[in-house]
Each structure stands twice: as structure tokens, then as C-alpha cells.
């Protein structure tokens, strides 16, 4: 198959937006539907930033499986990765927003067709064929579902991609907070770059995240640790250097994917930086990322910084990506 700078890993989901802020669910008269799931989310800010991208997972054979899969594909997403079920229905969740762009959410995923993705349903050539593998923990739950998702980053570890791990950590989801702490560190073992944010390295047990990066991360084989702060912006760690980048001030209207948002931007960043010298290719981003200064790190953190500050300025987590000619690239560094 025709090759992917990246492919994201996870669920895919329908977003149920409201039409208005400031209510209470149990108020809310209209709802929108949209895509969501944060692996989905990232797909389709990689596509519109002009990335080749794919996205792995499981829907529902239902009408709102085909919806998703559908809407993947009119915004350039591959989706050969995806695995359609009859097991369980597509999973859909209900947002709500308080006066100020905050978000609550109601699941219906008990089960949900991405649970249902097994190791059985990893389309191996879609792995082989992609250099960057994102992954996030909220299909480490179950037994079953952890295993595909363990089996696919071994894959990838075969295969030599880069990989890039934003746990994204749901804690409603799990019932023994101390195993999940044991299986999401046990995840970022797999990565190159992790992206986490302050609840996350506090539950993960870290002082700060330097301390974090430094005791835990960096001896485990991890690159880089992204450390985002929502509207303070984020810092990178890598070797010895450490930057940080600010981010844009915006009216924020619902705060729903900014943070998949912002790794689109990073990503897509990492994939800018590279394609200075050619394609992007795993091995040599690994090397090249080690020797990178602070300049690039923080034009790769304005990035990111900048499309997730975008996510925030209008309801639901794709609506306000932005596309890859509507970023101001002089501006931000590159």
C-alpha cells in the first residue's frame, strides 16, 4: 500500500455537541453529531495539515460506523486500518459545556465497537507502511482490547516506526487506579516522544514533570516528554535541552480536543522539521530529533500550540482545525 507518515491508534467515536454553552445536559434541547475520539480527532488535524495520516481501530457496522468512516475519509484519512463490527454498536458520547468552554461528558460505551478490536483485526501492512505510530491508553481497559493494543505497538516496534504515546488518561474508565498507573507506565515504555500533561504526571507519580522525564522517562529509552499546560502553553525535554512555547490568547468556546489538537500540530511539526531533508522515515527522525536545538523544538511547540489553541474557538474537537494553508508558518518559526 501507499505509504503514511502516520497512523493513529484507538477509538473512534460520535460526538454529540449542544447547540448551546452553559447548560446542563439535562437542558440541552439540540446536539450536533460530529467525530470524535481523541485517536480520530488527531487523524483528521493530520490530514488537514496536509499529512498523510490513517487511523486504526473499530466502529460499529452501523449507521453510525459508516458515518465515521465516511467522514474519515472525505477529510483524506486512510482507513484501511479500520475494523468494522457487529459485535457492539458504534460508541457515542453526549458533551456538555459550562459558561466558560469547559467540558463534561456522557459515555455510551458499555460495550462500544471500539472495545471490540482485537488482534485478530491489526491490518499489519497498514503498520509496515506507516513511519509514525500514535497511540493513547483508553483501549488498555480490558483484557481484550489491551492486548490488540499491546500487540500493535509491538508491530510497530518491529518494524522501527516512531512512536509517539499521549495516554490521554481517562481515569472514569478504570476500576483499579493502581493497575491502570501499572499499564499506562508500562505504555510509555514503547515511546520515542510522550505528551502528558500535569493531572497526568501527578498520577503517574511524578514531582514535576523534569523529575519525571529525568527518573522515569529518559531511563526507560524515551526521547522526549511534551509537557502541556492548556493556555500556559507546553515545554519539551530532550536530553539536555528544554524549551517551552506560549499559548496564542483566543476566546475559548469549548476546550473539547484542544489537547488532540495540539499533537496533531506537534506532529505535524516533527514531520515539517524533517521533510527538509526528504521523506519522513522513522530511523532518521530519531537520530535527527536528538540533535535538534531550541529553536526547532519551540517552532515544533508553537505549532502545536497554536492548532490546539484553534480547536478551542468553536463547538465540537475538528470543527476549527485548521488547514495546512491557513497556518501562519513564518509567523511561528518555520
Request: charged share 20%; with cysteine; net charge negative.
Amino acid at each position: 500500500m501507499k505509504p503514511l507518515e502516520v497512523l493513529s491508534y484507538g477509538e473512534a467515536l460520535v460526538d454529540f455537541l449542544p447547540a448551546q454553552s452553559g447548560r446542563l445536559l439535562r437542558d440541552v434541547t439540540h446536539f450536533s453529531k460530529a467525530a470524535g475520539g481523541a485517536p480520530a480527532n488527531m487523524a483528521i488535524g493530520l490530514a488537514k495539515l496536509g499529512r498523510s495520516v490513517g487511523l486504526m481501530g473499530a466502529v460499529g457496522e452501523d449507521e453510525f460506523g459508516k458515518f465515521l468512516r465516511n467522514c474519515l475519509e472525505e477529510q483524506g484519512v486512510n482507513i484501511s486500518g479500520i475494523h468494522m463490527t457487529n459485535k457492539a454498536q458504534t460508541g457515542i458520547t453526549f458533551v456538555s459545556l459550562d459558561a466558560n468552554g469547559e467540558r463534561s461528558f456522557v459515555f455510551y460505551r458499555q460495550p462500544s465497537a471500539d472495545t471490540m478490536f482485537r488482534p485478530e483485526n491489526i491490518n499489519v501492512e497498514t503498520i509496515r507502511a506507516t513511519s509514525i505510530f500514535i497511540a493513547g491508553s483508553n483501549l488498555l481497559v480490558t483484557p481484550e482490547v489491551r492486548e490488540a493494543t499491546f500487540t500493535a505497538l509491538e508491530h510497530a516496534k518491529e518494524f522501527g516506526k516512531f512512536i509517539v504515546i499521549d495516554p490521554n488518561v481517562r481515569l472514569h474508565l478504570w476500576d483499579d487506579l493502581d493497575f491502570a498507573r501499572d499499564i499506562i507506565t508500562r505504555l510509555l515504555g514503547y515511546a520515542d516522544v510522550v505528551k502528558l500533561n500535569d493531572d497526568e504526571v501527578e498520577f503517574l507519580g511524578g514531582n514535576n514533570a523534569k523529575s519525571f522525564y529525568n527518573d522515569v522517562l529518559r531511563p526507560a529509552g524515551v526521547k522526549a516528554l511534551i509537557a502541556t499546560r492548556a493556555e500556559r502553553g507546553a515545554e519539551v525535554f530532550c536530553g539536555a535541552i528544554h524549551t517551552t512555547a506560549l499559548a496564542p490568547n483566543v476566546q475559548v468556546v469549548d476546550t473539547t480536543g484542544a489537547g488532540d489538537g495540539f499533537v496533531a500540530g506537534f506532529v505535524a511539526g516533527l514531520c515539517a522539521e524533517h521533510q527538509i531533508h526528504g521523506p519522513v522515515e522513522a530511523d532518521s527522525l530519531r537520530r535527527m530529533m536528538t540533535t535538534w536545538e531550541e529553536p526547532t523544538w519551540r517552532r515544533i511547540l508553537n505549532l502545536g500550540c497554536w492548532v490546539g489553541s484553534r480547536v478551542c474557538t468553536q463547538f465540537g474537537a475538528t470543527t476549527a482545525l485548521p488547514m495546512n494553508e491557513d497556518v501562519p508558518w513564518d509567523a511561528l518559526g518555520f
